[in-house]
């Protein structure tokens, strides 16, 4: 009988150079400064593992720190985070240093958190969907990789992907996303065939792999001579050509499949026709081949996971007697596989799953309530509560399981992995009905309905928030229980008013929660109702009835010392007093609210404060104070833990809008960073404002992927579709297509109207050039019906830019100097449709001064425009000057394309140190000109409105142009130049 074969991991590597070279690069490119990231696809037991190990074990021999996490299948463990843990576990001192990360490993460290009365949606701003620890938490791993890879090339190993939970797919999300020059290569690897139509890590590959540092890595089986060249080598020459070939093909070039039918034919005595069919078949015939002790060892094993602590099996096992015995043949045979920490592994998940299903129901049951009653003994310990849940779950021990899963929920908040509480909340609804009243916890099923609304919004699910808040409400008698009616409705309220369109339905509520209290005026809930109140109530625009509530709730805050409602309803306060004009007053009032906030240690509200007050500076053209106060609040939100609370993304979007404005590209770019599915909401307004600066500097393929991935997901929370529309037609607008961008522009003039009515102006400016563009190519074609119809859309665009910023009352209670810029541009615009105003354009010129560079730069170029049309070229030339400095320092390549072509045309040197061409020309540069486009097809009045000449001055230039060729027509001129090599033919 052949001894018995040797594992893969045991033999030289067989038949993968092409994906050992595709690793070898990759981790080329890390240690050199250029972070990327693989992820290796595979079927089951095609050989993912042992390409892991052979990178890690080159990387190390390089120097490199590998860290290596494995996701284990559901139910195995209910600790969020694991592969993460493990991977950190070889600088778990230096990791434990840091608070976010602390948690993971068991230390809770409580940090800065928002005020408990307070969510984000009562502030009246999009509420985002992650929990901030989850963020936070985030933040922390990205910066010790970061860390250490300074120090020497890190490798991050994160095994079976499609195992990951919810959290752990985000963050990796988040990782990937933020690769740039780090010393980091980040290995993923998943089963292909498991990913099947609905599986939660589909849409996260698809989004990855458009990440430009990311790439695929397939593993296909073996072909038939490498499966030969595999069998081979496992059996170390020990097998006849026959049978190798014979396992090879049964193997169908799966690697592990391969190892496993080769251990079944030494078994079998080289008996061929005696070998399983089925890969099930072999695992259990290998199985089966163990004795009594043995087989009862790996079922036991098999309930715990692929991974067992072999003092938890001791604990479970009731056969103290032959354990050791059942573990060493079970070792021996390759079935379980020992690791440090004394544990066992299964030498592959496919042989742990076909064990546990091939157990009997009732046997199934048994065991599983033997790991529950180990692990009701260690309940405080990390991921135990989860692991009893579900085993209790299994076991139908109901009582238990309800108890151990609000306490994993709550664990799962603690680590940040919101997805993960949600799941153990819900099952905890699940089975609240099931178990005896006397025995359920202390926890009212309303205080576990609104538990759940509140991670199911903090964990992106805002629909079901307010089903689970819209539960609790009809769970809690307001008769009895008035002040918590009056709560969990304003959470409703909360959830309802974060929601677009559901405004009116979130007042309806808070007045439900308000008449709860009204008599009530001596408890906290009553302060933070009011404010609640006056929030919805100032973004409904009622801004009397908003003040009055939020002075009530400044009185009654104030009488029991509540800061927070108190600070809140204070920032109410001062938003209505700028509303009034009262700019000033508004500002002192932002400070005093700061201050308060700050002294009573409320974060949340500090942060909405300093927010505040930064729109309020951007908003009246303060852009150096409003830097300053962004600056200033993004560095106390980090300092608090705030970085991606509510307000912390606020300010880091106006932060973004306001580097944008005053050309501070690079800055703006450095933030937008958004970590796509780590949150839509981050996502969507980061993505977007990062595009902005994207398309104006001709990454259009760029903009191209942003614009599809945010169309997918469908967001409509404002102000994000408003800039995808602005964005999505200045792209078409610098590819020449002036009627796609018009469409888009009318499509979100249409949205903004509705949510946004102040942008009407900006959008209205953008949809006149798009159509002064269409007015001009058809007044070319002397289409006098699409002229009519241009000019009088222009004319109904016109007018609702001026009745907007007539008639509707900005949060400044004045029109300020971005509105006025964007009016001017509308005008100027709309006189392009029947010839150029110089004067208007340099009126938009001068309203962009307040600090808009870029479209100041763009209004140069249009005034530049005008002035030629007029032959005022001295005004051309400066003001196509300082155009292209402003473009060529933002980097904003269709501008300054655009710049470029215009000066040729006009014969405008942009540079002034250009020295003079050497070369005799035979054409002027005028005839030149008139030459090439001559040569395109144009007429002479095409070629005169490109050149901004009369068709009679082209007649001329035509002249002379046959005259020097010794032509005497068009055509002959363009080929006698096309033959003498004066003229270069167009690719």
């Not at 002064?772 to 859309?793: F, N």
């Not at 400095?885 to 072509?901: F, H, I, M, Q, S």
Request: hydrophobic fraction near 45%; charge should be negative.
């Amino acid at each position: 009988m052949p001894h018995m074969p040797r594992l893969g991991s045991g033999i030289p590597l067989v038949a993968r150079g092409r994906e050992l070279r595709a690793l070898r690069a990759a981790y080329a490119a890390a240690a050199g400064g250029q972070a990327a990231a693989v992820l290796l696809s595979g079927d089951a037991g095609v050989g993912k593992t042992r390409m892991t190990e052979e990178l890690a074990r080159i990387a190390r021999e390089d120097g490199a720190l590998v860290l290596t996490g494995r996701c284990l299948d559901s139910g195995e463990t209910g600790l969020p985070y694991l592969p993460v843990v493990e991977a950190l576990g070889p600088v778990r001192e230096r990791a434990g240093s840091r608070a976010a990360l602390a948690r993971l490993f068991g230390d809770w460290v409580e940090l800065g958190l928002p005020d408990p009365g307070l969510d984000s949606a009562a502030t009246g701003a999009p509420r985002t969907e992650q929990d901030l620890n989850q963020l936070q938490l985030f933040d922390a791993v990205h910066a010790l990789l970061a860390e250490l890879a300074c120090e020497r090339p890190v490798v991050l190993i994160l095994e079976d992907l499609h195992w990951a939970d919810a959290s752990t797919r985000r963050l990796v999300s988040f990782l990937l996303s933020r690769l740039r020059t780090q010393a980091l290569l980040v290995l993923g690897t998943y089963r292909a065939d498991d990913l099947h139509r609905r599986h939660p890590l589909r849409p996260l590959l698809a989004e990855l792999l458009r990440l430009p540092a990311v790439e695929r890595l397939d593993m296909a089986p073996f072909s038939r001579a490498d499966a030969r060249a595999f069998v081979s080598a496992l059996s170390e020459g020990g097998l006849a050509d026959a049978a190798v070939r014979e396992l090879a093909e049964r193997s169908d070039g799966n690697a592990f499949f391969a190892e496993e039918l080769l251990a079944a034919y030494s078994d079998c005595a080289e008996q061929s026709d005696a070998l399983p069919a089925t890969l099930v078949d072999v695992l259990l015939a290998r199985i089966e081949r163990l004795g009594p002790q043995a087989q009862n060892v790996v079922r036991l094993a098999s309930v715990g996971g692929r991974r067992v602590a072999d003092s938890r099996l001791r604990a479970v096992a009731e056969m103290d007697a032959g354990l050791d015995a059942g573990l060493r043949e079970a070792v021996q045979h390759n079935v379980l596989v020992p690791e440090d920490g004394d544990v066992y592994t299964f030498r592959h998940a496919l042989l742990r799953e076909a064990v546990y299903h091939d157990l009997l129901p009732g046997e199934r049951v048994r065991l599983h309530a033997a790991y529950a009653r180990e692990l009701s003994s260690r309940m405080g310990e990390p991921g135990v509560a989860a692991a009893l849940a579900h085993h209790s779950m299994e076991s139908h021990a109901l009582t238990v399981a309800l108890r151990a899963s609000l306490e994993a929920a709550s664990e799962a908040e603690r680590l940040g992995a919101p997805a993960e509480a949600l799941e153990h909340l819900e099952r905890a609804l699940k089975i609240w009905a099931a178990v005896p009243v006397a025995e359920r916890p202390s926890e009212s099923n309303s205080r576990l309905l609104e538990r759940a609304s509140f991670v199911a919004g903090t964990s992106g699910e805002p629909e079901r928030a307010i089903a689970y808040a819209k539960a609790a409400v009809a769970a809690i008698d307001p008769v009895a229980e008035p002040e918590q009616a009056a709560h969990v409705r304003r959470r409703l309220a909360q959830a309802l008013y974060a929601t677009d369109g559901r405004e009116q339905e979130a007042r309806t509520v808070i007045e439900e929660a308000l008449a709860l209290v009204a008599d009530r005026p001596g408890v906290p809930v009553t302060a933070w109702v009011h404010a609640a109140y006056a929030t919805i109530l100032r973004g409904l625009g009622q801004p009397e009835d908003a003040a009055a509530h939020a002075r009530e709730a400044v009185t009654q805050a104030r009488a029991m010392s509540v800061g927070g409602a108190e600070a809140d309803a204070l920032i109410t306060l001062a938003m209505l007093d700028e509303s009034r004009g009262e700019t000033e007053a508004s500002r002192a009032g932002l400070r005093t609210a700061m201050a308060l906030a700050n002294s009573v240690g409320a974060p949340t509200v500090e942060i909405r404060a300093r927010f505040t007050l930064a729109v309020n500076q951007y908003d009246h053209g303060d852009l150096a104070d409003a830097v300053r106060t962004l600056d200033e609040g993004v560095a106390r939100a980090s300092e608090v833990g705030l970085t991606w609370s509510t307000y912390g993304l606020e300010l880091r979007a106006l932060q973004m809008v306001t580097r944008y404005t005053n050309g501070d590209w690079d800055a703006a770019e450095a933030s937008s960073e958004p970590g796509h599915r780590v949150s839509h909401v981050v996502w969507g307004r980061l993505a977007m404002l990062g595009a902005m600066i994207s398309v104006a500097r001709g990454r259009f393929a760029e903009v191209d992927r942003v614009l599809a991935d945010y169309r997918s997901d469908d967001h409509r929370a404002t102000p994000t579709p408003i800039v995808a529309g602005m964005v999505a037609a200045e792209l078409a607008q610098w590819r020449g297509k002036p009627e796609r961008a018009l469409e888009h522009l009318r499509a979100t003039l249409a949205w903004a109207t509705v949510s946004w009515e102040m942008v009407s102006i900006r959008l209205a400016a953008l949809a006149l050039s798009s159509a002064a563009d269409l007015a001009h190519a058809a007044a070319t074609r002397r289409d006098d019906d699409a002229t009519g119809a241009i000019a009088a859309e222009a004319a109904e665009l016109l007018d609702l830019a001026r009745k907007t910023a007539g008639s509707v009352v900005p949060r400044t209670g004045v029109l300020g100097p971005e509105g006025r810029a964007w009016l001017a541009r509308a005008e100027a615009e709309h006189s392009r449709l029947t010839g150029a105003d110089p004067d208007l354009w340099r009126r938009a010129v001068d309203a962009f001064g307040y600090g808009a560079v870029y479209e100041q730069a763009l209004c140069r170029w249009r005034l530049a425009e005008a002035c030629l049309l007029t032959d005022d070229r001295a005004g051309a030339a400066e003001a196509l000057r300082l155009a292209d400095e402003v473009a060529t320092t933002l980097g904003a390549k269709p501008l300054r394309e655009a710049l470029r072509r215009m000066a040729r045309r006009a014969r405008i040197t942009l540079d002034p140190d250009a020295t003079p061409r050497e070369r005799i020309d035979l054409f002027t540069p005028r005839e030149r000109a008139v030459l090439a486009l001559v040569a395109q097809g144009r007429t002479n009045r095409q070629v005169g409105d490109e050149l901004f000449i009369s068709e009679k001055t082209v007649s001329v230039h035509l002249s002379r142009i046959m005259a020097k060729l010794g032509a005497t027509r068009r055509a002959e001129a363009v080929a006698v130049a096309y033959d003498r090599g004066l003229l270069e033919r167009a690719e």
